[in-house]
């Protein structure tokens, strides 16, 4: 495994991102992430210095011997990276804001196209998560489901014939299992469904969020739907109705975006166009404005008002135009400031051949 | 990040609500959610409330003598209040479980077996793990089965209720269905 190469895992092509996926124009990426235990080891919330140390080191081993992760991985010990760089591996979503704070004992391990990664110690022993682009919940299930018969070959998991498998946090109990989408609904938010829409798939136990996860708002018009009762149903019955809400709300957003289209074409075309000048002509640009203006443009090239720009392109800069990226990219600190001036130019060299086609 | 309201406890819940197009979020800690939820009747978001459970989930932990599991209570005594439990594996306390919403190890969820399984009844829709088991396989089918024929039951009485006959009868022929096959099943393997 290559270890604390920050600079390599920077010049990867963001699969997720970079990748076509099924129904990519609104589902942007899908995730599982699998909370497993080792048994006899208190979970690190009540773990001793050794604890963590021997739950950390069993972990590393066994993701080596099952060779589960491939050959060109990456690990990141968390006491011996800089505080930017977690914060990088948060912007990409291979760690959590829980993990950020993680020092001794806890680590990072990637599948060298990040498809893959393991937080080890973080809530609990390990936290599997395996990410792919658009709309394919039950391909990224079959990938983890494999991994994780692979590993529980090397580690005795702390399971329970009635509970399933034992978790730090109760909510997390069973299959251990919190399985999510991507979605970016600019139409249902310009048309005033979003908040209908949210209601709607909360009454159906499913989970609404902004895209970091717990705490964050939902800027970009980004949001992540994903399943809450983990206990009492199967990892197949979960993904389905997940996947059966998810569509509909799929459904919802091609319609708010054809009636937009229909009945207030102004106010479309207006919000599309004055996110195209900003991203072309702004000299600073904040993380918010970048976002919405980002959203815009991609629904422009959503609905083909932008043939020159690819969707990943615009995918990709949604990463990009983030705190810890700017800095790694410009190669030294950036204060708030400096950082909008950062983002406006590298926006504009990213957009410089996003020409409107109208 | 600390709590909104009390400004004391660190937040573990956040919720946002958008009124008008505006956005708001509200980081609250346990405590703090569990006295918004029961004071105001908008904080449902639905059929989950987190905040109604958690309160429920510390409602349990305060009262004394709350029913523990038999061993426990012989050990413990009958004076002892389930405040003073603590798990033999982690020495993890109800205290820590009430402050964190999280237990300490593996042998918790039978250290405090009572209170977290009446927990777990308002966070999921089933109290049993149907899923996945080590090893891979998940050979014994009549569980899952079983958990759908109660959740078809349930359905079936509230669609007669409803007076949604036609619907209701394609739920009985699935009912039937199920119960036949559950019955190749058991019956296959007692013989």
Known sequence: MIENNIEKLLKNKVSWLADSGPAEDIAISSRIRLARNIEGVPFPIAASADNLQHSQSAVEMALEKSKSIGGNAFIFRMDAIEPIDKQLLLERRLISTEFVQKSKGASLALRGDESIAVMVNEEDHLRIQAL?????????????????????????????????????????????????????????????QINAAIQGVSKLGMAVRGIFGEGTDNRGNLFQVSNQSTLGESEEQIIERLDGVIKQMINHEKNARINLLENNQYFLLDHVGRSYGVLRHA????????????????????????????LHTVNELFLSINPAHLQRFAGKHLDSKERDVYRAALVRERLKNLNSDS | MLCDICKQNEATIHIQEIINGEKKTLNLCGDCAAKKSKNDP?????????????????????????????????????????????????????QGLRKTGRVGCPQCYKTFRSVIMEALENMHRGKLHVGKKPGGSKDDESPRKMLELMNLQKELDELVQREEYEKAAEVRDTIIQLKESLKKQTGGKSK
Request: hydrophobic share 35%; proline share 5%.
């Open chain 1, 132 to 192: 792919r682009p658009g709309m394919q919940l039950q391909e990224v299930w079959d990938i983890i489901n494999r991994l994780d018969n692979e590993l529980e070959r090397q580690l005795p998991y702390a399971y329970d014939s009635k509970l399933g498998f034992l978790t730090s946090c109760p909510t997390n109990v069973g299959t251990g299992m919190r399985a999510s989408v991507m979605l970016h609904l600019p139409g249902l938010v310009l048309s005033g």
């Open chain 1, 283 to 310: 000299y600073t640009l904040s993380s918010e404005e970048a976002l919405n203006s980002l959203s815009g443009i991609r629904t422009g090239v959503d609905m083909g008002m932008f043939s020159s720009v690819d």
């Open chain 2, 42 to 94: 908008a904080f449902d978001i639905g059929g989950f409330n987190l905040a109604e459970m958690l309160y429920n989930l510390s409602e349990n932990m305060e009262i004394p003598g709350l029913k523990l599991p038999e061993e426990q209570q012989e050990k413990a005594g009958a004076d002892d209040t389930a405040a003073k439990l603590s798990c033999p594996g982690c020495g993890w306390s109800l």
